[in-house]
């Protein structure tokens, strides 16, 4: 176990404090990992055996459920005290270079070899020899340290056999985590518990379970009044032994590990969680600026039902936002229950008879309220209220990344949406169109950046590359595209625009580079005069639907050489003519040979270069729109001209 888990020894070895949970509920509010895997009314105290210096490890003690919630001053007095002590000789033995030797296991129960020593404990054994029922004497580890003759007659197993074993791997058909989980039931929560098992192939055996501080004393008779059929999986109508099983909680925990936006939680949680507790409906509430919102809801005939959550103040006396508020969930098992707790609660009846109000807190604070609904009236029994509760703790860790998620999404986008153009002006003389596609991975945003610039009955183009694709990328694009518009406003010529821009992005004192490819557009003469800094050729359709690629002159990427020169080409477009101006998410890709994927793309381009130019954009860009997953965001400016 790492030290980072949130469970309590981690949390007392981390924090250097005594960790207090008084109960089940507080667990799983608190710890929900551990309150799933033990969902006993147990309270729990972890302490760090450490000095000023080092931490040598932790204690933690149990309690059955039945204690007071609270640790009284002088009991917290002597846990802390003693660990400190124990801190003390530790400090000192390694200090003197002394081995410190594991303790014996001063609570396990003496063995069967060690128990007849005395006549009084011969005749003990002699006497359960005796009785027409099964004994057996199990410790705190599971171990079979006693059994007596009608015990392995009955299991079918041999006293040898059993002895130092635990009870569910020697007998196989008791290996079952069912069985294993009602002996941790009894010994967490020191209360006598039963079940029944079947011993193939039809007879039934009854197994009482009577726990101590030493280990758990078991009886086993042969069940009466038993008819069940063997079978290997529980039928569809029957309620299942546990809540939710092991299987389940590993289910849903990788699927909550994989949600990413907050509709993947609800669907989650409608999918998976409220079908196996038997809930019918399911809303997802979260809180901002002091009101209520749903972030998510399954199961209401009518929605108007769950508007009535959306906005409603936090101070306002309902079961949604008193548990967001507190912290604590709420469990009414019936509409009369509702009504009488909260008489003031201005909510027409939504269909259902029950409901469980669960507070979603992740990090130590509420995130949000999940609600399930049952159409029929349902008793929440303790340990049905302790799994409902660890499985909200789950769902919030998901749902504050979600959150998290949905709103670096909206910021992501608003900021690519305003460094880039949201609307290409009007040309003299050509048609545009222009795509941007993020990458699928980091912050889905980038520094691909295009952008079309009017100029004094002339216009220029320009699209470019700043590497990465986070914020500060999309920063530096938004700089340079801000510096290609100011210099083409001055008149600078297009080696002019490079070579200050490349100065513009040194004097920054960034470590990024840019590719960059800049056109002065001249529909009078039908020509463009063209400047490249390290970014991709463009691609010229002619009117007659060749295609080829230009070779442009050109200098190194923008940052990297401030004496650098950046050439100009000066290109001819007849009306009709189609230049294609990308960036390299378009063409390069894992595996995939450059020139191939150029190639590829001006065979696109030539085959459907006489579609309207915004249907050509679409078509261009089709494949890798449509793809899972992309490494690198993908910008697209196409140019038509019309002549003059």
């Not at 009466?224 to 569809?236: D, E």
């Not at 691609?539 to 190194?556: E, F, H, I, K, T």
Request: net charge negative.
């Amino acid at each position: 176990m790492t030290l980072n888990a949130r469970v309590p020894v981690a949390d007392a070895v981390r924090e250097r404090r005594l960790i207090w949970v008084g109960g089940a509920e507080e667990m799983a509010r608190r710890y929900p990992r551990v309150a799933v895997v033990l969902p006993y009314p147990f309270a729990m105290a972890a302490l760090p055996v450490a000095t000023d210096s080092t931490v040598y490890g932790a204690v933690f003690l149990t309690w059955p459920g039945t204690r007071p919630p609270e640790l009284s001053d002088g009991e917290r007095e002597h846990l802390v005290s003693a660990c400190e002590r124990l801190a003390v000789r530790l400090e000192r033995a390694a200090a003197a270079q002394l081995p410190v030797h594991p303790e014996p296991d001063l609570l396990a129960a003496p063995t069967i070899g060690g128990v007849a020593g005395t006549l009084g404990a011969l005749e003990a054994v002699r006497m359960a020899a005796r009785l027409p029922y099964g004994l057996c004497s199990l410790d705190l580890h599971g171990r079979v340290g006693f059994a007596n003759a009608a015990a392995a007659e009955l299991l079918g197993v041999a006293v040898d056999e059993l002895l130092g074993t635990h009870l569910w791997t020697a007998v196989p058909w008791l290996n079952d985590p069912v069985y294993e989980d009602r002996y941790r039931a009894a010994l967490m929560g020191q209360q006598t518990t039963s079940f029944v098992a079947l011993r193939p192939p039809g007879e039934w055996l009854s197994f009482r379970l009577y726990p101590s501080r030493t280990g758990l004393s078991v009886r086993i008779t042969r069940a009466r009044g038993v008819s069940r059929p063997a079978r290997t999986a529980p039928s569809a109508d029957e309620t299942p032994t546990r809540l939710v099983t092991i299987q389940q909680v590993v289910s849903l925990t990788g699927a909550l590990a994989e949600a990413v936006g907050v509709r993947d939680v609800v669907d989650l949680v409608a999918n998976e969680i409220a079908p196996t507790v038997g809930s019918q409906a399911l809303v997802v509430l979260g809180s901002r600026a002091g009101r209520l919102h749903v972030l998510g809801h399954r199961g209401y005939p009518d929605p108007r039902v769950v508007e009535q959550f959306d906005g409603m103040p936090l101070t306002e006396r309902t079961p949604g936002t008193q548990v967001l508020r507190t912290g604590v969930p709420a469990f009414l098992e019936s509409w009369e229950q509702l009504q009488r707790l909260y008489p003031a609660r201005r909510a027409t009846p939504d269909g259902f008879a029950a409901w469980a109000f669960l507070p979603l807190i992740a990090s130590g604070r509420p995130v949000g309220t999940c609600v399930l609904a049952y159409a029929e009236p349902h008793t929440f029994a303790t340990d049905e209220r302790a799994v409902l509760t660890s499985l909200a703790g789950l769902v919030a860790q998901a749902l504050e990344r979600a959150l998290l998620y949905d709103a670096k999404h909206r910021l992501a986008h608003g900021l690519q949406e305003a460094l880039l153009p949201r609307s290409l002006p009007a040309l003299p003389g050509f048609e545009t169109a222009a795509r941007y596609l993020p990458a699928t991975r980091g912050m889905d945003i980038g520094g691909d950046f295009y952008d079309l610039v009017p100029s004094r009955g002339t216009a220029a183009a320009v699209i470019g590359d700043v590497q990465g694709h986070n914020v500060t990328a999309a920063g530096l694009m938004g700089q340079i595209r801000t510096a290609v518009r100011a210099y083409t406003a001055v008149g600078q010529a297009p080696e002019e625009v490079m070579r200050s821009t490349n100065r513009l992005l040194i004097e920054l004192g960034t470590e990024l580079f840019a590719s960059c490819l800049y056109l002065r557009l001249d529909p009078a003469r039908e020509c463009a005069v063209m400047s490249r800094a390290g970014h991709p050729p463009p691609l010229l359709r002619r009117p007659d639907g060749r295609v080829r690629v230009l070779d442009l002159a050109g200098g190194p990427l923008l940052g990297i050489d401030a004496s650098a020169a950046y050439p100009t080409t000066r290109v001819g477009l007849p009306p009709g003519s189609l230049l294609a101006l990308y960036t390299d998410g378009l063409v390069e890709s894992p595996g995939v040979d450059f020139e191939e994927a150029l190639a590829g793309l001006g065979r696109h381009l030539g085959e459907a270069g006489d579609l309207p130019l915004e249907e050509l954009a679409d078509a261009l860009v089709r494949h890798e729109a449509d793809a899972e997953e992309r490494l690198d965001d993908i910008a697209l400016l196409l140019l038509r001209a019309r002549g003059a």
